[in-house]
């Protein structure tokens, strides 16, 4: 048997080849922005991207006394995922911290001072950002190029079943880069994130294991969501549990003002 967890690789700008711009894929890539966070402190950080990687690390540069602005071109943050509603109230929360949101434009370009370090960044619709450090945050390729012609291909990623085996007999395939069908959407669907990358890696062992001893092994049934460490581990199994009944809400109002505990009812 051969398992497969395949990375993604950073979407990168051209001729962004100043000092002090980060893209986030490698503990060596922290490693380097935190030494840049001890050389510019209380300095003016810019990051591209309104996702995942944006908002925490713009949580996390804030906390460490940085002016941060945060620049995506999507009408709200995490436009996979937030609805508009959720978003602003991140958004306002953010901003409530300090954080500047600059949204409906893209950075175009980088200017730099005489030491090679990135100095500001230009925006499309004309605005100048001033800028000692930038973190490229604006999503991921998966690394499919070692398996082209090899093995079918869906969606931008490598095509699995239910167990993430892939077209290839005994060979398997988890994480960013699997495509594999979604039980609850009833399509399939390629899923970047950590919680999944997890599950998915444990399914195939299941799998296999399970192949090895002539054991029925239960189908992948997986709830895409967004986790954040404000909501403790009870509220998130009520939560699963509403977004997979998806039951009728008779009275928004009493929604609204329950919140997470008309979860907890069902």
């Known amino acids: 048997m051969r398992v497969e967890s395949v990375r993604s690789r950073a979407v990168r700008f ?6 002090n711009i980060f893209y986030l894929r490698e503990i060596d890539d922290a ?22 990687f944006g908002l925490e690390l713009g949580a996390e540069l804030k906390i460490n006394n940085l002016d941060v602005s945060m620049v995506y071109p999507e009408p709200w943050c995490m436009p996979r995922l937030f609805t508009s509603g ?18 409906g434009t893209v950075a175009v370009g980088f200017t730099s001072n005489s030491n090679g370090e990135v100095k500001e960044v230009q925006l499309k619709d004309g605005r100048v950002l001033e800028a000692d450090i930038v973190v490229v945050s604006v999503g991921g390729r998966p690394l499919t190029t070692l398996f082209k012609g090899q093995v079918e291909e869906e ?10 085996k892939t077209s290839v007999p ?19 669907r390629r899923v970047e994130h950590v919680d999944h ?8 062992v299941k799998a296999i294991k399970g192949t090895e001893k002539g054991q029925i092994i239960d189908e992948y049934d997986y709830l895409p969501y967004f986790y954040s460490r404000s909501f403790c581990a009870e509220e998130n ?19 609204t003002k329950e919140g997470l505990s008309f979860a907890s009812k069902i």
């Open 14 to 19: 051209n001729r962004a080849d100043a000092k």
């Open 31 to 52: 490693d380097k922005l935190v030494e840049a966070i001890k050389a510019k402190k209380n300095g003016k950080v810019v990051i591209v991207g309104g996702g995942y």
């Open 86 to 103: 959720i978003a602003t109230f991140y958004e306002g929360y953010y901003a409530n911290k300090g954080i500047k949101i600059i949204k």
């Open 155 to 164: 969606k931008g990623g490598i095509k699995t079943d239910s167990f993430f």
């Open 170 to 188: 005994n060979v398997y395939v988890v994480g960013d880069v699997a495509t594999f069908p979604l039980k609850l959407y009833n399509e399939l």
């Open 197 to 204: 990358a997890r599950k998915s890696a444990e399914q195939a």
């Open 237 to 255: 199994q009520a939560i699963a549990k509403i977004a997979k009944l998806q039951p009728k809400v008779e009275n928004l109002d009493v929604l």
